[in-house]
Each structure stands twice: as structure tokens, then as C-alpha cells.
């Protein structure tokens, strides 16, 4: 983190790229936008098209929420590019990424926000996967509502 003097007070202040900033009394002055992709990994099913949902540990942030699989973007990286990898990495899943169908800022209530883009994926090879979710399953589109999806999912 670099540091530099108020003009003010002349005390040092924290400057960090990921959080924007923090003031000079340890308060954020002002949140991060965190970048994600998400992945609409579609399939026809025997009635109808379904989706890949993933389910969270209960362990993690937003414990046991439903969404789409999510990559965070690094330095330097498309959001296809995130997406492609952290499908790779996480889910073992080969992906071709399609078109952006939606884009979204979502922000939280503890002022947090994510930029959400959502990509169609079709073409895909599944290997085995690591455990990065409790639960991953294919759900028909009507059947979604069903399932506590995080609120930045709910497009």
C-alpha cells in the first residue's frame, strides 16, 4: 500500500487501488467495485433448458446462497478470459465462452458493490471438479425462484 500526507492534518494516509482509499481515521472513503463474470452454462434437458446453479459452502460469505458460477477478474484479464479460467480451475469445466447477455452493478448494504457480467456458455467438457461449492446441480429455468440466490443474481 502506498502511503501519502493529508493536506490537512498531515497525518499519513493509506491509499490502496483495490478499496480506493482510506481516510485518515481508518474509515473507507469509498468501497471497491469488485468485477465478476458470471456464467449462464445452458443445456437442453428432457423437458426443458436448465441451468448450472452452484450452491456456497457454509463456510464462506453469503453462506449456502445459490448463484451462477462467478469469476473474479485479475489484472490485466478479460471477463471471458476470468471466466474461461475460473470455470477451468474450480468446476473442471472446458468452457467456450458465448455473448454478454447482461451487465449489472449490484451494490450491498455494507457498501460493498460488484459489477456483473453475465456470459451465455453452451459448449462445454466437464472433468472431475475440486470442492470450491457445497452443491452444484442443473435446474430447470422455471424452477430458479425456488432456490435463495444471492441478490446480485437476481436479474
Known sequence: MKQKTSKFDGKPQRRSRREGGTASNGQNSQRSVRMVAAA???????????VL???????QPMALKWSSPVAKLEIGESAEEALRRELNEELGIEAEIGQLVA??????RNGGAVDLQFFVVRALQERSRTASSK????????SLPEFDFLAADLV
Open 53 to 59: 446453479i452452484c450452491q456456497r459452502k457454509s463456510d
Open 103 to 108: 451487465r449489472i452493478r449490484h451494490n450491498y
Open 135 to 142: 452443491q452444484m446441480q442443473w435446474s430447470n429455468l422455471a
Open 40 to 50: 449462464m452454462i445452458l443445456r437442453s434437458g428432457e423437458s426443458a433448458d436448465e
